[in-house]
Nanobody
């Protein structure tokens, strides 16, 4: 059973940056397509960024140019670098690899 554990969330002021990490207990990073999702309070979960096993990336329009998804296969870790954060980025961020999901990490952006 693979476990995904997110970290790096927290409270940041508008315009600030955070880097989220998703550590996998098994060697699955880089084998499957992977993604970061977020769910604001009271809203539906949405895809924020994805990276294929081949390394191609895509982003939600709302984060293009501000967020970067990347991985470190040797460390079995997926990352999300978030810059120029806005209050509307406030949400619980979760990572997904194949059929596995992390429990999420809360990101709060104050205005």
């Amino acid at each position: 059973q693979v476990q995904l554990v997110e970290s790096g969330g927290g409270l940041v002021q508008s315009g600030g940056s955070l880097r989220l990490s998703c550590a996998a207990s098994g060697s699955i990073i880089g084998i499957y397509d992977m993604g970061w999702y977020r769910q604001p309070l009271g809203k539906e979960r949405e895809l924020v960024a994805a990276i294929t096993s081949g390394g191609s990336t895509n982003y939600a329009n709302s984060v293009k140019g501000r967020f970067t998804i990347y991985r470190d296969n040797a460390k079995n870790t997926l990352y999300l670098q978030m810059n120029s954060l806005k209050p509307e980025d406030t949400a619980v961020y979760s990572c997904n690899v194949w059929k596995y999901w992390g429990k999420g990490t809360l990101v709060t952006v104050s205005s």
